[in-house]
C-alpha cells in the first residue's frame, strides 16, 4: 500500500519530548512564567523559536528584542543539548526497533521527518543513524510544521510522491503538515485523536497492521 513511512522523531520513535518539557520549564521559571504540560503539547512538532512565541504568550513584563529572545532560545537549547546526552539505545523500545525492520524486510522506505536541528545528534546517541534510508530534519527546511515542507523534503530524499507515503506523528501540527502535503496521516498519542487523522494508532508495532 504504502511505498514509504515518514517518522516523525520526538514523541513518535522518541521520548525527547520529556526532556524538551524539562528545559523550557526551566526558562519559564527564570522568567517567571506559567508553563505546564498542557502547553508544552502546543509545542509539539513547532520549532524553536515558534515554541518560545507560544511561551512567551503568558510572559507578562517588559518587552523582549529579538536577541533577547534569541538568546533564551539558545539557553533551552544548551539545557536541552546537556539532556540529550544522557539518552542511549534503550531509550529505544524493542518494539520500536522491530516494527522498523519489519516495515523496511518488505521494501518500504523509511525516512525521518522532523522540525529539530538535533535530530542527527539524536539519532546517533540511541543508535537509530544507520537504519533510516534518509533524514529530513529542522537543518533542511524553511517553515516548520504545520507546514508540510519537511515532510515533502523526506518524500524527495527517498525518491517517492507524497501520495505513496504514510506520516506518522504525535502532533496535531504534524498531522496537519501530512494532510497539507498530500499524505495520509497515522497518529498516535494526542495525535490519535485529532480529526485528520487517517489511522489512529496505539501502539507502535499497530502500524504493522496499517503498512504491512
Ligand atoms: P530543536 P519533532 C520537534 O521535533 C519537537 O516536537 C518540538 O517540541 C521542538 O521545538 C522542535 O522539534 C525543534 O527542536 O529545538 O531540537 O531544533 O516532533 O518534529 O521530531
Ligand atoms: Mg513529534
Redesign the pocket.
Known sequence: KFKGILF?????LVHT?KLHYRAWKKIADECGILFNEEINNLL??VSRMESLEIILRNYHGPALSQKEKEALAEEKNNYYKEELKSMTPDDVTVEVRETLAALKAAGIKIAIG??SKNTKFILKRVGLDDVFDAVSDGTNITKSKPDPEVFLKAAEYIALAPEDCLVV???VA?IEAAKRGGMKAAGIGDAAFCEKTDYPITTFADLKDIAL
Not at 516523525?8 to 513518535?12: A, I
Open positions: 516523525d522523531l520526538d514523541g513518535v519530548d509539539r512538532g522532523s522540525s506523528e504525535d502532533a504534524g
